[in-house]
């Protein structure tokens, strides 16, 4: 079996006057809630084999929280996170296949309706996913990623 983690990035700052999107950093609020998200994967054993991250500051720096708890593990920024469809998301996941256990930190909606695409069959069924939510979802090793392959196994948010 495979399991894919999703994680939300955490609370972020509002955007500043002028300052672009992908450069808002965590809230203080922010900043505790990846910590407990890292400290929850530890406790729960849910530690990845390899992690693809948005490149926007707030998924990097809920990314650095996460791994301080869990253990630096292979990561690396991946640009297609940022903004991603379902779709996208499902592309990147289905690259990895030789990976037992993915970590994606990003955003939603893509998050949230990938979750509904792989567990329900369909993006429109989705539920909600909140700052600093995780979902752990379990599918067969060789399964392509399709509308509802997986199980989720674990929803967590602090």
């Known amino acids: 079996m495979r399991e894919l983690i999703l994680l939300r990035h ?61 253990g630096v593990v292979e990561h690396r920024l991946e640009d297609g996170i940022y903004d991603a469809t379902p779709g996208k998301l499902t592309e990147l996941v289905d690259e990895r296949r030789d990976i037992e256990r993915l970590l994606v930190v990003g955003h939603n909606p893509g ?27 379990q599918f067969d090793r060789e399964a392509a990623i399709e509308p509802g392959v997986a199980k989720l196994t674990a929803f967590w948010w602090p």
């Open 111 to 137: 998050l949230e309706q990938l979750v509904a695409f792989m567990t329900e069959g369909s993006t429109s069924e989705y539920r909600g996913m909140p700052p600093a939510g995780i979902a752990v979802l």
């Open 10 to 70: 955490a609370h972020a700052e509002p955007a500043s006057t002028g300052q672009a999107d992908l450069d808002r950093p965590l809230s203080a609020t922010g900043l505790a809630e990846a910590e407990a998200a890292g400290k929850w994967l530890k406790e729960n054993n849910l530690l990845p084999d390899c992690v693809l991250c948005s490149p926007a500051r707030r998924t990097r720096e809920t990314l650095e929280a996460v791994l301080a708890a869990t």
